[in-house]
Nanobody
Framework: QVQLVESGGGLVQAGGSLRLSCAAS????????MGWFRQAPGKEREFVAA????????YYADSVKGRFTISRDNAKNTVYLQMNSLKPEDTANYYC?????????????????WGQGTQVTVSS
């Protein structure tokens, strides 16, 4: 079992930055692919980014490439999402997720473990 708790959401102006954190419980954290999804009001949940258990491989949705960076610290059982050059269309509830599957499959795979989400609002 893996429990995930997100933090770092908030209100930011367009062009600004936020860093989301996801703290995970469980001794096997380092074995899981970790990542982020988001869901805006009235829209389907969408994949944002994922990072392999070693941290050596990262995967991004086209909409965030070049602006968002995912990373992890296995010693702290934490995964991060650095979000720069934020746009109003990035406004959503952001969810941390964990699964044993390869991060390259995450745009279509539904991860097994989810956090409660943290709200990100970008004003224009």
């Amino acid at each position: 079992q893996v429990q995930l708790v997100e933090s770092g959401g908030g209100l930011v102006q367009a062009g600004g930055s936020l860093r989301l954190s996801c703290a995970a419980s469980g001794r096997t954290f380092r074995l899981y692919t970790m990542g982020w999804f988001r869901q805006a009001p009235g829209k389907e949940r969408e994949f944002v980014a994922a990072v392999s258990w070693t941290g050596g491989n990262t995967y991004y949705a086209d909409s965030v490439k070049g602006r968002f960076t995912i990373s992890r610290d296995n010693a702290k059982n934490t995964v991060y999402l650095q979000m720069n050059s934020l746009k109003p269309e990035d406004t959503a509830n952001y969810y941390c997720a964990a699964d044993v599957t390869n991060g390259s499959t995450w745009p279509v795979v539904v991860p097994a473990y989810w956090g409660q989400g943290t709200q990100v609002t970008v004003s224009s």
